[in-house]
């Protein structure tokens, strides 16, 4: 035995990173842990920093696993905690109550008590979770919330490494983003390549029925995939323009088969290509497209309905397909239009609440069937008592929802939206406080996906409708300070976004509306805001001219900054 570490076979002392403590009900977690930890690599400028220590995190000891062998549990235990840099402590109701867990903070601290415990919170509030010894005397150990609700796997992972290598968190935050937009890029690189593949494929499929249908299932799936999911990290990372040849091939694809060649699965994927599409053109503003394609989907959806009402996956295809035609008409001003499509995407969601009772799908068509009405009645009519009981259901569907699936970001970005649709009822019917308090919720919910995606595009426009409806609260109240407060990140954060996404619509509209509450908020400070309205003015001019003047009913900054500069 060396002094500081664990005999090895050769003789050499045996020293560990980190050592995890946990009770038996989380030993799942700290596997899990252990194994990330030994898989994880330092970013290369960081590992130079540190000459004398490897990229590598280490070994990590966890005892239940590393010790099945030893001969003397006991003082096994002591010298492979003599042996570890630092102490990680899986925290959680067992974990509190588990005399084992104390026994080994109470051993490290004495062992070493300069060197780094850290928390990893996992179940429970942290006085429900942390072991009593933990914080004992005032002290308060590093910690980690791994909870989806809170930092979540992926920075609550990361807390843990940069309190490990001793490192600062920023560094390794960026270096992760940057690791998944590389990800990205290459998976559409390989998903291109594929889809070239595909076409070879399907032509060759012709040999035998069997071997035909097989292909035809793998093209599909390779079609659905990169309209669905590869659409969904290309909208994320502002990327819509390379969505334009995938969506053209994959139309090809179905245009070249009859449908009564197709099966009831082969129909259903068609329907959900034909609704991707079709959101981006509306993203566009090409509605027309859009139109076509959503009502060519809504005709196949009804007939799968027709011919098996009790197929919850032919039912949620279907309410999709009203869903995005009454999108449409509320784009175009049809609002009885909107009205009766919505109605039946209610009925559709109440029928597949009924196939799939209690489960996180139905709770959200359920909460998007109210949503939609809520809206709809608010636009419409501008009655907020009347929205108010599809709003207040919305929203307790949703958040339904998110409880059951939290690692889902469609469902938190969808309870998001409810969050601010509350916050519009409270506002109208004049009780501000309410409204204050759901724009932060809203925002806080925004603010869970930017952290495990902080590259997204798709979050940081969304975040700035809560920081545009708190501005305009504040500067309701007189509260100028607290406007400019929240105004001032908000221009930071998506000059940022900008940069890497200088053609995307969406983050310049959003500008151009923090431009005029800057204007706005400089008028009110006695500032010179008429040289603020005129720049903001010419940035509308900008916006207009670049995207398009169909583009000027998403946003009433243009005509507002018009007015406040004269023009």
């Avoid at 590598?56 to 096994?76: H, K, M, N, V, Y």
């Avoid at 889902?408 to 939206?417: E, F, H, V």
Wanted: proline fraction near 4%; aromatic fraction near 6%; include cysteine.
């Amino acid at each position: 035995m060396t002094r500081g570490g664990i005999q090895s076979g050769n003789g050499a002392a045996q020293r560990f990173a980190a050592f995890i403590s946990y009770s038996h009900a989380d030993a799942a977690i700290a596997a899990k842990l252990q194994r990330k930890l030994e898989q994880y690599r330092l970013p290369r400028h960081v590992a130079a920093l540190h000459p004398e220590q490897s990229a590598d995190i280490g070994r990590i000891f966890r005892d239940r696993e590393d010790l099945a062998a030893a001969p003397s549990l006991t003082d096994a235990i002591r010298d492979a905690l003599a042996a570890a840099e630092a102490l990680i402590v899986i925290c959680s109701p067992d974990a509190r109550s588990s005399h084992w867990v104390s026994q080994e903070i109470e051993l490290f601290r004495k062992l070493h008590p300069d060197r780094p415990v850290l928390a990893a919170l996992v179940r429970g509030e942290p006085g429900e979770a942390f072991p009593p010894v933990l914080t004992e005397g005032g002290l308060e150990p590093l910690a980690a919330d791994l909870r989806p609700e809170a930092d979540g796997w992926s920075l609550g992972f990361l807390k843990i490494v940069a309190g490990i290598a001793a490192v600062p968190l920023d560094t390794l935050v960026q270096r992760d983003a940057q690791r998944k937009m590389r990800r990205v890029m290459w998976i559409t690189a390989g998903a291109l390549a594929a889809m070239l593949a595909m076409g070879v494929m399907t032509t060759l499929a012709i040999s035998a029925r069997n071997e035909a249908a097989r292909q035809r299932a793998e093209a599909e799936g390779l079609v659905e995939y990169l309209i669905t999911d590869l659409g969904s990290k290309l909208d994320g990372v502002g990327r819509l323009d390379v969505m334009d040849d995938v969506n053209a091939r994959a139309l090809r694809y179905y245009d070249d088969q009859t449908s009564g060649s197709l099966t009831a699965d082969s129909l259903n994927r068609r329907a959900r290509i034909l609704h991707a599409v079709g959101e981006i053109d509306i993203k566009r503003g090409d509605f027309a497209a859009a139109s076509r394609r959503l009502n060519m989907a809504n005709a196949i959806t009804s007939d799968l309905v027709k011919a098996d009402p009790d197929n919850a996956e032919h039912r949620f295809a279907n309410a999709q397909s009203v869903y995005w035609l009454g999108r449409i008409a509320v784009h175009q001003d049809s609002f009885d239009a909107a009205r009766k499509y919505w109605n039946n995407y209610l009925n559709e969601a109440r029928a597949l609440a009924r196939l799939q009772p209690n489960t996180a799908r139905s709770f959200e068509e359920m909460g998007y069937a109210h949503g939609n009405l809520c809206e709809l009645e608010f636009d419409q009519s501008s009655d907020a008592a009347k929205a108010e009981p599809d709003c207040v259901k919305s929203l307790a569907l949703m958040e339904k929802a998110a409880r059951s699936d939290p690692r889902n970001p469609k469902t938190i970005l969808a309870l998001a939206n409810r969050q601010g649709w509350m916050a519009d009822i409270f506002e109208v019917q004049g009780k501000l406080p309410k409204a204050v308090a759901q724009r932060h919720a809203e925002a806080a919910t925004v603010e869970q996906l930017i952290a495990r995606d902080p590259l997204n595009i798709e979050y940081i426009e969304r975040a700035n409708l809560p920081a545009i409806g708190l501005i305009s609260l504040y500067l309701e109240q007189g509260d100028i300070r607290a406007a400019e407060a929240v105004l001032t990140p908000a221009i930071t954060r998506i000059d940022a976004a900008i940069k890497r996404a200088d053609d995307n619509p969406g983050l310049r509209i959003e500008r151009l509306r923090l431009a005029y509450y800057h204007g706005e908020i400089d008028r009110k400070q006695g500032r010179n805001w008429r040289r603020r309205a005129a720049q903001s003015a010419e940035l509308a001019r900008q916006v207009e001219a670049q995207f398009g003047s169909g583009l000027r009913q998403r946003t009433t900054a243009f005509d507002a900054i018009k007015r406040q500069d004269g023009n």
